[in-house]
């Protein structure tokens, strides 16, 4: 019986109603793909069309008596039809003839499914794909996660976005692959130690996108290739990004400029944050509190200082834009229930960011109220979106069920702004997202970790986070430096935190204060309406003198490594290489480089040993073998392949120079 074809270069099986297509995606990748009763489809997927046709002599497929095979470079797909129930197993191998992963077997009487779909109303399917564990597999990426832990191994994940979470399914296996789950769809991840599976609430056709590298270096830049690079950063995207919560008029935000400048500090963007709008969905400046927005705009411009300006998603019942849309069909929908979907300062819906015409509406506003003033950069918050009760299944995009397509939301968000700015003449795109998928990157998006709390264990959690996000397609990170709930600006406990973290912030792709800064002071407008407070001070000068000193020290640092950081940010334009980097994807080679979660490499050059502990005064530090490390406090030089106790007073984090490297910064830290 013949189960298997050719199809313009891919390797195609049938059996029983199940289609399965494996093909050639990009060099060194395949990509598979499975349907029931239908055809196979590109779907909502993060893939782009491959650069390379990855045909010629780097792809082979032979199809022989219940097997077949295709080749594309290092990876190696074998398709076996199994004799118990004439099922089909998959299994992937390197170069080597090594096996990468492999999809279960059906365990004979057992009957078990690699692919296992099961209908729901409306034609799609719940989906389950299972694959073997390796128990000694450690795997990275994910996107991010608030946990402390960097092998995954062992997790089980939700594939959702919530407020500080971010869902995108790709990881770095240590066994030498890298391995997209190409389905925007809401579902679960289970890296369990007998089994692999991966779970879809609802979704059309299963889909995923598998390369194999003899580095993780080669593996990451393969899955830029395959889902696309960041765009350059702007040269204001590489300094110090002063926020709060919240600038809440004109001249709060005017005074805080100037006095940087008086100051001599150097600062490349000041960020006016959400509720500057009368109701969300207005899109545009309160005229009660900045009165004159292009002039304020103005005068920022010419202190050299980019503005940013928050941007919700959300539509309030009561905003002047809402009936429109609303006719219009620019909303996300509830499917039952009142179409009340965060509530917070009043009812709240969702514009639709999977609609191309809800895209170039918002657009159209933001163009109007701010591109026009010259404010070049917008922060895109609520980006998951904030659904209050995160009840998926009860919400409906343009593009389908939020069951089916939701993940995808942030980066059409992202890409809603990004293609208008393009479109508007702009050059240089950075917009700050609290969200992301799988392709965000390709639209200019710059994600941060979400509205975490001011504690050390979430200073930890950040590490993390920031090197998974770098592994799974994601360069541009940043965090709220010193977290963004329950910091009192006149506590010292407070302002220990935050030194470290200004430290540790110093180091991140990009360098941005923030946070809600207790107590607030309450906002009262003409109207007796209560709006949003006002955070207590967030500056550099807010914190006490001697902390001050630190935090300009920092600032200047920064300034110092400006080549250093634009070098690092064009190499993330040109192959997708993280800027913050696991220690391993420079030392793939060294076996304790695998297993550090809390220091890190700010490019090749730089180790990275924030001190995420109250009261610590030192921490001990590896050093990766293969080269030797220059501290940067104090010019010691250390052989590498050994593990040190690093002295780390107040004002200083350990950070080391790899051979010697960047020299201009011994002494400096």
């Given at each position: 019986?013949?189960?298997?074809?050719?199809?313009?270069?891919?390797?195609?099986?049938?059996?029983?109603?199940?289609?399965?297509?494996?093909?050639?995606?990009?060099?060194?990748?395949?990509?598979?793909?499975?349907?029931?009763?239908?055809?196979?489809?590109?779907?909502?997927?993060?893939?782009?069309?491959?650069?390379?046709?990855?045909?010629?002599?780097?792809?082979?497929?032979?199809?022989?008596?219940?097997?077949?095979?295709?080749?594309?470079?290092?990876?190696?797909?074998?398709?076996?039809?199994?004799?118990?129930?004439?099922?089909?197993?998959?299994?992937?191998?390197?170069?080597?003839?090594?096996?990468?992963?492999?999809?279960?077997?059906?365990?004979?009487?057992?009957?078990?499914?690699?692919?296992?779909?099961?209908?729901?109303?409306?034609?799609?399917?719940?989906?389950?794909?299972?694959?073997?564990?390796?128990?000694?597999?450690?795997?990275?990426?994910?996107?991010?996660?608030?946990?402390?832990?960097?092998?995954?191994?062992?997790?089980?994940?939700?594939?959702?976005?919530?407020?500080?979470?971010?869902?995108?399914?790709?990881?770095?296996?240590?066994?030498?692959?890298?391995?997209?789950?190409?389905?925007?769809?809401?579902?679960?991840?289970?890296?369990?130690?007998?089994?692999?599976?991966?779970?879809?609430?609802?979704?059309?056709?299963?889909?995923?996108?598998?390369?194999?590298?003899?580095?993780?270096?080669q593996i990451v830049e393969a899955y830029a290739n395959a889902t696309g690079k960041a765009p350059m950063?702007?040269?204001?995207?590489?300094?110090?990004?002063?926020?709060?919560?919240?600038?809440?008029?004109?001249?709060?935000?005017?005074?805080?400029?100037?006095?940087?400048?008086?100051?001599?500090?150097?600062?490349?963007?000041?960020?006016?944050?959400?509720?500057?709008?009368?109701?969300?969905?207005?899109?545009?400046?309160?005229?009660?509190?900045?009165?004159?927005?292009?002039?304020?705009?103005?005068?920022?411009?010419?202190?050299?200082?980019?503005?940013?300006?928050?941007?919700?998603?959300?539509?309030?019942?009561?905003?002047?834009?809402?009936?429109?849309?609303?006719?219009?069909?620019?909303?996300?929908?509830?499917?039952?229930?009142?179409?009340?979907?965060?509530?917070?300062?009043?009812?709240?819906?969702?514009?639709?960011?999977?609609?191309?015409?809800?895209?170039?509406?918002?657009?159209?506003?933001?163009?109007?109220?701010?591109?026009?003033?010259?404010?070049?950069?917008?922060?895109?918050?609520?980006?998951?979106?904030?659904?209050?009760?995160?009840?998926?299944?009860?919400?409906?995009?343009?593009?389908?069920?939020?069951?089916?397509?939701?993940?995808?939301?942030?980066?059409?968000?992202?890409?809603?702004?990004?293609?208008?700015?393009?479109?508007?003449?702009?050059?240089?795109?950075?917009?700050?997202?609290?969200?992301?998928?799988?392709?965000?990157q390709r639209y200019g998006a710059l994600v941060w970790s979400g509205d975490i709390m001011s504690t050390?264990?979430?200073?930890?959690?950040?590490?993390?986070?920031?090197?998974?996000?770098?592994?799974?397609?994601?360069?541009?990170?940043?965090?709220?430096?010193?977290?963004?709930?329950?910091?009192?600006?006149?506590?010292?406990?407070?302002?220990?935190?935050?030194?470290?973290?200004?430290?540790?912030?110093?180091?991140?792709?990009?360098?941005?204060?923030?946070?809600?800064?207790?107590?607030?002071?309450?906002i009262v407008n003409r109207a007796g309406e209560v709006r949003e407070g006002t955070g207590a001070g967030?500056?550099?000068?807010?914190?006490?003198?001697?902390?001050?000193?630190?935090?300009?020290?920092?600032?200047?640092?920064?300034?110092?490594?400006?080549?250093?950081?634009?070098?690092?940010?064009?190499?993330?334009?040109?192959?997708?290489?993280?800027?913050?980097?696991?220690?391993?994807?420079?030392?793939?080679?060294?076996?304790?480089?695998?297993?550090?979660?809390?220091?890190?490499?700010?490019?090749?050059?730089?180790?990275?040993?924030?001190?995420?502990?109250?009261?610590?005064?030192?921490?001990?530090?590896?050093?990766?073998?293969?080269?030797?490390?220059?501290?940067?406090?104090?010019?010691?030089?250390?052989?590498?392949?050994?593990?040190?106790?690093?002295?780390?007073?107040?004002?200083?984090?350990?950070?080391?120079?790899?051979?010697?490297?960047?020299?201009?910064?011994?002494?400096?830290?």
């Amino acid at each position: 019986m013949n189960y298997f074809e050719e199809i313009n270069g891919s390797l195609v099986f049938r059996e029983n109603g199940e289609t399965v297509m494996v093909s050639p995606w990009g060099a060194d990748s395949l990509r598979v793909r499975s349907c029931i009763l239908g055809e196979i489809t590109e779907g909502q997927g993060a893939l782009l069309p491959p650069d390379d046709a990855s045909s010629g002599d780097e792809v082979r497929i032979r199809i022989g008596d219940g097997r077949a095979e295709i080749r594309n470079g290092r990876i190696r797909a074998e398709l076996t039809v199994q004799e118990w129930g004439k099922a089909l197993q998959i299994t992937f191998r390197n170069q080597k003839g090594e096996i990468l992963l492999q999809e279960i077997p059906n365990g004979g009487a057992l009957q078990k499914k690699a692919r296992q779909f099961k209908p729901l109303p409306g034609g799609a399917f719940s989906l389950k794909a299972s694959f073997v564990s390796d128990p000694e597999e450690k795997l990275y990426g994910m996107g991010q996660y608030q946990q402390e832990i960097m092998n995954l191994k062992g997790c089980n994940l939700e594939l959702a976005h919530r407020n500080s979470q971010a869902s995108v399914p790709f990881y770095v296996s240590s066994l030498g692959y890298g391995f997209l789950w190409n389905n925007p769809a809401v579902g679960e991840v289970h890296f369990g130690l007998n089994t692999t599976q991966w779970e879809a609430m609802a979704t059309r056709q299963l889909d995923y996108w598998i390369t194999a590298g003899d580095t993780p270096a080669q593996i990451v830049e393969a899955y830029a290739n395959a889902t696309g690079k960041a765009p350059m950063m702007p040269e204001f995207g590489l300094g110090f990004w002063q926020c709060k919560l919240r600038y809440y008029n004109q001249e709060q935000v005017l005074d805080v400029a100037r006095e940087y400048k008086r100051r001599g500090i150097p600062i490349d963007v000041l960020v006016i944050d959400y509720y500057h709008w009368p109701r969300c969905g207005d899109w545009r400046f309160d005229e009660e509190y900045f009165p004159a927005p292009r002039e304020m705009a103005e005068e920022i411009k010419k202190m050299g200082i980019e503005l940013m300006v928050s941007v919700w998603p959300q539509v309030d019942w009561r905003s002047e834009n809402y009936e429109e849309m609303k006719q219009q069909g620019l909303l996300v929908k509830s499917n039952t229930g009142i179409d009340v979907q965060m509530n917070f300062h009043g009812n709240n819906v969702f514009m639709d960011a999977t609609n191309p015409r809800a895209r170039e509406y918002v657009w159209e506003k933001c163009r109007k109220n701010y591109a026009n003033f010259g404010i070049r950069m917008f922060w895109l918050d609520e980006a998951e979106p904030e659904f209050t009760t995160y009840d998926f299944e009860n919400y409906r995009y343009y593009a389908g069920s939020v069951a089916e397509v939701g993940n995808i939301y942030p980066r059409e968000y992202a890409r809603a702004f990004y293609e208008g700015q393009q479109k508007n003449g702009q050059k240089e795109i950075v917009n700050l997202l609290r969200c992301a998928w799988a392709g965000s990157q390709r639209y200019g998006a710059l994600v941060w970790s979400g509205d975490i709390m001011s504690t050390y264990e979430d200073f930890r959690k950040q590490i993390c986070a920031g090197i998974h996000m770098g592994l799974s397609g994601i360069p541009w990170w940043t965090t709220d430096i010193g977290g963004f709930h329950a910091g009192v600006t006149e506590d010292p406990d407070f302002q220990e935190l935050l030194v470290r973290w200004f430290q540790f912030g110093t180091f991140c792709p990009v360098m941005r204060l923030h946070g809600c800064r207790q107590p607030v002071e309450e906002i009262v407008n003409r109207a007796g309406e209560v709006r949003e407070g006002t955070g207590a001070g967030n500056e550099i000068w807010s914190f006490g003198e001697e902390n001050y000193e630190i935090l300009l020290k920092y600032i200047r640092i920064r300034e110092k490594m400006r080549d250093y950081t634009r070098s690092l940010m064009r190499e993330a334009h040109e192959k997708g290489t993280p800027v913050m980097r696991a220690m391993f994807y420079e030392f793939p080679d060294d076996p304790q480089c695998w297993e550090i979660k809390d220091a890190y490499l700010f490019g090749p050059d730089l180790l990275v040993a924030p001190v995420c502990h109250k009261g610590a005064k030192s921490r001990s530090v590896y050093l990766p073998e293969g080269t030797f490390w220059i501290s940067a406090s104090d010019g010691t030089r250390y052989e590498g392949g050994r593990t040190i106790e690093a002295a780390a007073p107040i004002g200083t984090i350990p950070v080391f120079l790899r051979g010697g490297r960047q020299e201009y910064l011994k002494g400096e830290i």
